[in-house]
Nanobody, 125 residues
Framework: EVQLVESGGGLVQAGESLRLSCAVS????????IGWFRQVPGKEREGVSF????????YYADSVKGRFTISSDNAKNTVDLQMNTLKPEDTAVYYC??????????????????WGQGTQVTVSS
């Protein structure tokens, strides 16, 4: 059974940091791009960051560039999102997702095949 499970969310003050983790199981990790998305009530799901399955390059949305870092540990089948200098506008449910060919990674949710259950991140000012 394919599973993606997020963990590490919580409530923090603006300027603080959190590290999210996505544990992947049930399929070949290297065959998929892994992305992080976030969503708040009433708004579209937003692509935050992903690792390309073609060359391993990392990509970031402009809103988080310079503050967030995505990384993978293939031996453990995990993908982490280190979130520094958090802002109130980062508050959202964060999801990890996996995309297979013909997509090697994108910011578009429709390109992803599997999704985790989400983890809440709340940043207070």
């Amino acid at each position: 059974e394919v599973q993606l499970v997020e963990s590490g969310g919580g409530l923090v003050q603006a300027g603080e940091s959190l590290r999210l983790s996505c544990a992947v199981s049930g399929f070949t990790f290297d065959d998929y791009a892994i992305g992080w998305f976030r969503q708040v009530p009433g708004k579209e799901r937003e692509g935050v960051s992903f690792i390309s399955s073609s060359d391993g390059r990392t990509y970031y949305a402009d809103s988080v560039k310079g503050r967030f870092t995505i990384s993978s540990d293939n031996a453990k089948n995990t993908v982490d999102l280190q979130m520094n200098t958090l802002k109130p506008e980062d508050t959202a449910v964060y999801y990890c997702a996996a995309a297979s060919l013909p997509y090697s990674g994108s910011y578009y949710p429709g390109h992803y095949d599997y999704w985790g259950q989400g983890t809440q991140v709340t940043v207070s000012s």
